[in-house]
């Protein structure tokens, strides 16, 4: 058990929907980070938040969103949904920004467009 | 921007030992790490170089070459449990964040 956990674990919606994917950080971790990892696919990263703020973006399309909250908590916001955003999300947690900050993951959600 | 390279598939035998190789371009570098995957799983941690040579965390090992761009994830007394993909990543200088891998998926066989 990394310490950070991830919820729903499993979601299941309709091409179009909007979802919202939660995610805590271990205690004491300041970063939170977003990957998705498609079928066979390695980890994309989306987005990295840093004590409330957003500290670097990667190939996020722009009908994502994410925020970190004052509790540090973090949610992914995925609108319009596609079928190719069908995928594996993680989040993943490291007490500061980078450098040789390890970090740690949750479970992930798997998200099922139909 | 990062690019890293590594097989994408290695098929050992119980018992053997095996060398994950990975390759990387990148206009600054922090780090090298590797992070284990089960399927289904999550990425766990498995171990950071930041200086060249051999780090060794019981049966896993990891060096790296600065000056190559190279470093590889060893395993030995290869088991079963250790069938799973290998991600290695690396981290730019500043505040970037890991760049991972395509990944290696590694099957042990008996």
């Known amino acids: 058990d990394s310490g950070v956990t991830q919820t729903p674990k499993h979601l299941i919606t309709a091409t179009g929907q909007r979802v919202t994917l939660r995610c805590s950080p271990r205690s004491g971790d300041l970063s939170v980070y977003w990957y998705q990892q498609s079928l066979d696919q390695g980890l994309q990263f989306l987005i990295q938040y840093y004590n409330g703020e957003e500290r670097a973006k990667g190939n996020i399309l722009e009908r994502f969103s994410a925020q970190q909250f004052p509790d540090l908590h973090s949610e992914l916001n995925l609108s319009s949904l596609e079928l190719g955003d069908s995928a594996l999300y993680f989040c993943?947690?490291?007490?500061?920004?980078?450098?040789?900050?390890?970090?740690?993951f949750g479970p992930g959600t798997r998200l099922t467009v139909l | 921007g990062q690019s890293l390279e590594q097989p994408s598939e290695v098929t050992a035998v119980e018992g053997a030992i095996v060398q994950i190789n990975c390759t990387y371009q990148t206009s600054g570098f922090y780090g090298l790490s590797w992070y284990q995957q089960h399927d289904g799983g999550a990425p766990t941690f498995l171990s950071y170089n930041a200086l060249d040579g051999l780090e060794e965390t019981g049966r896993f090992s990891s060096f790296l070459s600065r000056s190559d761009s190279y470093g590889y994830l060893l395993l030995q007394e290869l088991q079963m449990k250790d069938s799973a993909s290998y991600f290695c990543a690396v981290r730019d200088l500043g505040n970037t964040p890991l760049v991972f891998g395509k990944g290696t998926r590694l099957s042990v066989i008996a």
């Open positions: 993943a947690s490291s007490i500061h920004s980078g450098g040789a900050d390890t970090q740690y």
